[in-house]
């Protein structure tokens, strides 16, 4: 089984949307808490971020948060 590779690459996970999974045949994505949707050193999600995370819900994209902390 060949092993999974990206096909693209963003800035960073705000500029991912709907229309771009759409395309991709992507239906939900699985995520890192620590550097992807929040600094380690903080105890909040970014306003940007918690806005993506309720434009990716109101669209339908499920979401699976994981953590190793």
């Not at 995370?53 to 699976?64: F, K, N, P, S």
């Amino acid at each position: 089984m060949p092993l999974p590779y990206p096909h693209v690459f963003l800035p960073d996970v705000t500029h991912i949307t709907p229309e771009l999974l759409e395309k991709l045949g992507v239906s939900g994505l699985l995520l890192d808490i620590d550097g992807t949707l929040m600094q380690t050193r903080d105890a909040m999600p970014a306003r940007p971020v918690l806005d993506w995370l309720a434009e990716m819900e109101r669209a339908g994209v499920i979401l699976y948060i994981l953590s190793n902390n």
